[in-house]
C-alpha cells in the first residue's frame, strides 16, 4: 500500500484534483460526442463514413443498404429519433438488408423518441440488418422485414452470423418474416444476448419463429 508522507501537501492535492473534475464536468465535449443530425440517405452515408453519432430528423428510404465497417474500423451510432429507416423491395437479394455490419462494424441503435423503425428489408438473409460484427440494439422496433422463402434463408429481422455479437437491451421486432426464423437467427460460433427486448408477430417456419440459436 502506497504512503503519503508529506501531510501538509495532501489537502492541496485534494482541492487541485476536485477543482480538475468539476471543470471537465463543466465541460459536456469531454464526456459526449456531438450528435450530427441527418435527413437524407445522403448525408446518412456520409455520417457513416466519419463514424459519427447520428440522429435522424425526418424519414429515409434508402435505395441500398447501409454499410457499417465495410472496408475499416467504424463505431457508429444511429438514434431513429422516432422516424423511419427503410427500404421498398418487392423481391428478395443477397444485398436486401436494411443495415450490414461487416467484421470491423460496431453499431448502436437507439431511439430517442417514440416510433422509430427500421423496415422494409427483404433479403436472402437478414432482412432488417445482416451482423457479422457488433450490433447494440437499444431501443427503436424491426418491422415488416423478410427474407426468401426458401431453406437456408434466415433472419427476418436479424440475422447474427458465426462470430458477430448482437446485444439486445431494449426495442422491438414484429412482423418480421421468412423461410427459415422470423425474429433473430443466431449462427453457430455467435453470441446473442438479450435482456429487455419485444419478439413477436414473425412469420415463416413455427419450429424457428422468434429466436433460432444455431
Not at 463543466?26 to 464526456?31: D, E, G, R, Y
Not at 435522424?56 to 434508402?62: E, K, S, Y
Not at 462494424?105 to 423496415?119: E, H, Q, V, Y
Amino acid at each position: 500500500m502506497s504512503k503519503i508522507n508529506d501531510l501538509t501537501r495532501f489537502p492541496r492535492t485534494i482541492i487541485a484534483l476536485f477543482a480538475g473534475l468539476m471543470m471537465m464536468l463543466a465541460a459536456p465535449s469531454a464526456w459526449s460526442q456531438a450528435w450530427t443530425t441527418v435527413s437524407s440517405k445522403e448525408a446518412l452515408t456520409a455520417a457513416i463514413a466519419d463514424g459519427a453519432h447520428i440522429r435522424l430528423t425526418a424519414d429515409i428510404t434508402l435505395s441500398s443498404h447501409l454499410k457499417i465497417g465495410q472496408n475499416s474500423t467504424q463505431n457508429v451510432t444511429i438514434d431513429l429519433n422516432g422516424h423511419t429507416l427503410k427500404r421498398n423491395l418487392s423481391s428478395a437479394s443477397s444485398d436486401g438488408h436494411v443495415i450490414e455490419v461487416y467484421r470491423a462494424g460496431i453499431l448502436t441503435i437507439t431511439d430517442g423518441a417514440t416510433g422509430g423503425t427500421i423496415m422494409g428489408g427483404y433479403a436472402n438473409n437478414g432482412g432488417g440488418i445482416c451482423n457479422y460484427g457488433t450490433l447494440n440494439f437499444q431501443g427503436g422496433t424491426i418491422s415488416e422485414c423478410k427474407t426468401a422463402y426458401s431453406d437456408g434463408c434466415m433472419g427476418g429481422g436479424i440475422k447474427n452470423n458465426s462470430a458477430g455479437t448482437v446485444t439486445m437491451s431494449g426495442g422491438t421486432i414484429e412482423r418480421c418474416e421468412s423461410g427459415d426464423c422470423g425474429g433473430i437467427y443466431n449462427g453457430e460460433g455467435a453470441t446473442l444476448i438479450v435482456t429487455g427486448a419485444t419478439i413477436s408477430d414473425w412469420g415463416g417456419n413455427v419450429r424457428k419463429g422468434g429466436v433460432w440459436n444455431e
